[in-house]
């Protein structure tokens, strides 16, 4: 099963206000582990940067100016998510953006639903607890360090470890043994056991009359059927 983890940083809370995306950050994950393949971009929003905005992710105009449009790297990132559910946390707020930039693009927009949303997932889990990606790491011991500011794909890369929790965790002593794969791809494992002769149990003649005793009571049993 595919899974995108996606987050997005933004200039602003409401993008019918003019507010535009600046970075989208996603994490593919395959029976929810990373594979490793991501889409990562920082967007030029063709408008200032409010002070507020810069404050939570540290992206000015200027490190932006050069960066390309949405438009330029909408097909690339349709592309990458394909039909996959997108984790996100506060789902909403992302979906938002994303539509509007899809829409603008000349893009179809994404339904609601196609969105999983860590956030409700954790509210439902720990109700009246804090539930904002910083305090999910901490919960669950993921090592968040290195977030001194919002970035979408340290986010999206946080919060992938945070979904795996949220969906349980991983669950010590299932991993399959691997060994050297053969030509069909599979993995062959040899399992060393001492031999052990086969024993016999000889049946005595109380049984053998109480087992024909029990067929008498049986319709049509199969062990008479010639």
Same mark, same amino acid.
């Given at each position: 099963?595919?899974?995108?983890?996606?987050?997005?940083?933004?200039?602003?809370?409401?993008?019918?206000?003019?507010?535009?995306?600046?970075?989208?950050?996603?994490?593919?994950?395959?029976?929810?582990?990373?594979?490793?393949?991501?889409?990562?971009?920082? %967007?030029?929003?063709?408008?200032? =940067? *409010? *002070?507020?905005?810069?404050?939570?992710?540290?992206?000015?105009?200027?490190?932006?100016?050069?960066?390309?449009?949405?438009?330029?790297?909408?097909?690339?990132?349709?592309?990458?998510?394909?039909?996959?559910?997108?984790?996100?946390?506060?789902?909403?707020?992302?979906?938002?953006?994303?539509?509007?930039? %899809?829409?603008?693009?000349?893009? *179809?927009? =994404?339904?609601?639903?196609?969105?999983?949303?860590?956030?409700?997932?954790?509210?439902?889990?720990?109700?009246?607890?804090?539930?904002?990606?910083?305090?999910?790491?901490?919960?669950?011991?993921?090592?968040?360090?290195?977030?001194?500011?919002?970035?979408?794909?340290?986010?999206?890369?946080?919060?992938?470890?945070?979904?795996?929790? %949220?969906?349980?965790?991983?669950?010590?002593?299932?991993?399959?043994?691997?060994?050297?794969?053969?030509?069909?791809?599979?993995?062959?494992?040899?399992?060393?056991?001492?031999?052990?002769?086969?024993?016999?149990?000889?049946?005595?003649?109380?049984?053998?009359?109480?087992?024909?005793?029990?067929?008498?009571?049986?319709?049509? *049993?199969?062990?008479?059927?010639?």
């Amino acid at each position: 099963m595919r899974e995108i983890v996606l987050d997005t940083e933004t200039t602003g809370f409401k993008p019918e206000e003019g507010h535009r995306l600046v970075e989208i950050g996603c994490i593919e994950l395959v029976n929810h582990v990373a594979t490793g393949e991501r889409f990562h971009v920082y %967007l030029n929003p063709e408008r200032d =940067m *409010p *002070p507020e905005a810069f404050a939570v992710h540290g992206l000015s105009s200027d490190f932006l100016a050069d960066k390309p449009l949405f438009n330029d790297v909408a097909a690339e990132f349709v592309a990458f998510i394909g039909d996959s559910p997108l984790v996100i946390h506060n789902a909403a707020f992302d979906m938002t953006f994303l539509n509007w930039e %899809l829409k603008i693009a000349g893009y *179809p927009t =994404m339904p609601k639903d196609r969105a999983i949303d860590t956030l409700l997932m954790a509210r439902q889990k720990f109700p009246g607890s804090p539930a904002s990606l910083d305090a999910l790491c901490k919960r669950f011991g993921v090592d968040n360090a290195g977030r001194t500011l919002h970035g979408a794909l340290l986010d999206a890369q946080l919060l992938a470890e945070v979904y795996l929790e %949220l969906r349980g965790g991983r669950q010590a002593g299932l991993a399959l043994a691997s060994g050297p794969a053969t030509k069909s791809g599979v993995s062959k494992v040899r399992i060393d056991r001492p031999f052990r002769e086969a024993r016999v149990f000889a049946v005595s003649a109380e049984e053998t009359a109480a087992h024909a005793d029990l067929l008498k009571k049986l319709k049509n *049993p199969l062990w008479l059927a010639e």
